[in-house]
Each structure stands twice: as structure tokens, then as C-alpha cells.
């Protein structure tokens, strides 16, 4: 996704945030962050492509909050997403907008192995 935004916008500011879930606890921890210097001022758009649960997703929206990011600067742009993962990510993030292409109850995992070429 992050390829595909460059091509079109060439001179945008990428931040970069990588978080990582534990297997057995399904857990969400940050590894990575980093992001321009006026992120606090800037609108942010979060890619992230097939979310099952939406716990990753809402530990990258709270780094964004820690830097001071504010909800309604966020646009999550989104693949695929559960009816389960909009709700855990409404409920904690209210103020967030949601682009994607569709909610459906089961995520279509086999799309990102297809995608990322990990099947």
C-alpha cells in the first residue's frame, strides 16, 4: 500500500510505525515508530490492509495519540476489515475515519498471502 501512495504522492511525509502480535495472546507491541517532526499537525492516513481483530491497529492509533496526533486527523485506509475489528477500533477511537472496501465477518487472509506473496 505504502508503494502505491509514493507512486501517486510523491512528495508526501511517511511516518513509519511496525507492531507486531504475540501467537499465543494474540497481543499487540510496538517495535518500531517513527514519524516527521509536525505529525501532531499534520492529517494522517494509517494503512493497514486486512484487519481480523483490529488490535494492531489500535495500538498504532494509540502511538499516534501519544505523539499527539488528534482522532479526527486519522484516516484509516483499509483492504478488508471484520465487523468485530470497526467495533474495537470505534470503541476505543470514536473520532477515527474508516476508508475500506469492505466489512465482511470473515477476513480474507488467502488476499494478503496472494498479495505479500507469503502463501
Known amino acids: 500500500m505504502e508503494q502505491g501512495l509514493r507512486d501517486c504522492c510523491r512528495s508526501i511525509r511517511i511516518g513509519k510505525i511496525l507492531v507486531e502480535s504475540n501467537i499465543e495472546t494474540h497481543e499487540a507491541r510496538v517495535v518500531y515508530a517513527r514519524f516527521p517532526e509536525d505529525i ?9 490492509p486486512i484487519m481480523s481483530s483490529g488490535n494492531t491497529v489500535n495500538k498504532a492509533v494509540k502511538v ?3 505523539h499527539r496526533v488528534l482522532e479526527e486527523n486519522i484516516i484509516l485506509a483499509n483492504l478488508f476489515c471484520t465487523p468485530h475489528a470497526v467495533h474495537s477500533i470505534l470503541s476505543k477511537f470514536p473520532n477515527i475515519k474508516i476508508l475500506t472496501s469492505e466489512v465482511h465477518p470473515v477476513a480474507p487472509n ?3 498471502q496472494k498479495y505479500f506473496g507469503t502463501d
Open 110 to 112: 488467502h488476499f494478503g
Open 64 to 66: 499516534l495519540s501519544d
Open 40 to 48: 501532531s499537525k499534520r492529517k494522517v492516513i494509517l494503512m493497514y
